[in-house]
């Protein structure tokens, strides 16, 4: 893809949309390649997870935790970071070694979000934990 259609395909994402004035994205994750690996993949031809990576978005901003997983079936989850206690991050000893893992969102009031497979996982804890520090 020509570095002009990927900016107009980034620009279009949920996350961009969604921004407040005075916002910007500081971090952005994606799923991790691994859940190309399954045998039912296998015999989906990889489309569905294809489609799955493609439609999951993971974003910090300077504001909050935005994060859009699903084409048809959507699920959001946009959480001011005052409204974060913390961001947890569980892997395998596979994970750890592949650099994928899951993230558990736990807001205030015990409210508790869990993303699996997310490349690099740790650097998504640490822009949060930089971010809410600051």
Partial sequence: ??????????????????????????????LHWIIFLSPTNLFSFWIQPFIRR???????????????IGLISRRTL???????????????ILARLLGYGTIVVIGTGGTREVFYDIAKPLMFRRKFQELSNS
């Fill in 54 to 68: 493609a439609t999951s978005e993971f974003a910090i901003t300077n504001k909050r935790i935005i994060i859009k």
């Fill in 78 to 92: 946009e959480m001011n970071l005052s409204k974060i206690e913390s961001v947890n991050v569980n892997q395998s």
């Fill in 1 to 30: 893809m020509c570095g002009k259609a990927a900016a107009k395909l980034h620009m279009s994402s949920y996350v961009h949309q969604v921004l407040t004035p005075n916002e910007h994205v500081a971090h952005e994750a994606r």
